[in-house]
C-alpha cells in the first residue's frame, strides 16, 4: 500500500520516502521467508495455496487519504518497531541479524508517520478531521 502513494504523496520527499519504505518492508519479509523455508523464500511466498496466506489485516487496507495511510502507518511501525527491538535478542543468530537491522529501519518509519500525525493533527480543520477519522 505504502508504494501506491508514489507520484501521489504531497512531496516529492514523501514519495520517495513512502516507496524506501515499502522496499524496507519487502526486504525485511524477504529474509524471514527465507529463514522460514530453508533459503527458498520464494518457494513459500509465491507457491502455496491461496487459503495458506496470512498477513496483516491492517496493512492490506486500501490507502483512503494521506491521513489515513499515516495514522495506519504510524501504529503498524510501532508496533513493528517494538517486535523487532525483542528479537535482536533472540538466540537465533539469522533472526537476531535481521531485528537489529529491521529495528533501525522501522525507527524511521515509526518517526516519519509520528511527524505526519502531529504536522496534519495540529494543521487545518481539515487535515485535524481527517487526522481524527
Known amino acids: 500500500r505504502l508504494s501506491e502513494w ?24 524477504t529474509h524471514i521467508l527465507e529463514k522460514a523455508n530453508n ?3 520464494d518457494e513459500l511466498a509465491f507457491k502455496r495455496d491461496v487459503l495458506d496466506f496470512r498477513n496483516c489485516l491492517m496493512v492490506e487496507q486500501p490507502n483512503g487519504d494521506f491521513a489515513q495511510t ?17 528479537l535482536t535478542e533472540s538466540p537465533d543468530p539469522f533472526l537476531s541479524a535481521i531485528a537489529q537491522k529491521a529495528v533501525k529501519e522501522v525507527a524511521y518509519h515509526r ?20 487526522m481524527a477519522d
Open 39 to 41: 533459503g527458498d523464500g
Open 111 to 130: 518517526e516519519l508517520a509520528s511527524d505526519w500525525v502531529i504536522r496534519l493533527g495540529d494543521g487545518s480543520e481539515e487535515s485535524a478531521r481527517r
Open 70 to 86: 499515516m495514522a495506519r502507518q504510524f501504529l503498524f511501525s510501532t508496533w513493528q518497531h517494538i517486535l523487532y527491538r525483542e
Open 6 to 29: 508514489c507520484g501521489h504523496a504531497p512531496s516529492v520527499e514523501v514519495d520517495l520516502s513512502l516507496a524506501n519504505m515499502a522496499l524496507d518492508l519487502i526486504g525485511q519479509a
